[in-house]
């Protein structure tokens, strides 16, 4: 059983920079891939980036790439999103989870918890 909780959402202008974290419960975090998704009203949720868990290979979608850096920091149970160059479209509920997978999926279906989401939002 893993939980999840982000943090570190907020509203930023066009440009800027702004650090997700993901802090996690249970002894296992270490063996979960872990993912970020967002999801903009009215539309789906969408995968972003990921981070396997024994290589701590990363994936990332085509929008985000170059802009947007996930790590993970086993000894805290935490994984962090780093996102510079904010854009407009960048606004979201941005969600983590966990994938008990060696090579982390980009689809949500193969996601097993989830945490409750922070808010991002970004002006022009």
């Known amino acids: 059983q893993v939980q999840l909780v982000e943090s570190g959402g907020g509203l930023v202008q066009a440009g800027g920079s702004l650090r997700l974290s993901c802090a996690a419960s249970?002894?296992?975090?270490?063996?979960?891939?872990m993912g970020w998704f967002r999801q903009a009203p009215g539309k789906e949720r969408d995968f972003v980036a990921a981070?396997?868990?024994?290589?701590?290979?990363?994936y990332y979608a085509d929008s985000v790439k170059g802009r947007f850096t996930i790590s993970r920091d086993n000894a805290k149970n935490t994984v962090y999103l780093q996102m510079n160059s904010l854009k407009p479209e960048d606004t979201a509920v941005y969600y983590c989870?966990?994938?008990?997978?060696?090579?982390?999926?980009?689809?949500?279906?193969?996601?097993?918890?989830w945490g409750q989401g922070t808010q991002v939002t970004v002006s022009s």
């Open positions: 981070i396997s868990w024994i290589s701590a290979r990363t």
């Open positions: 989870a966990a994938d008990g997978s060696v090579v982390p999926h980009t689809t949500r279906a193969h996601y097993d918890y």
């Open positions: 249970g002894r296992t975090f270490s063996k979960y891939s």
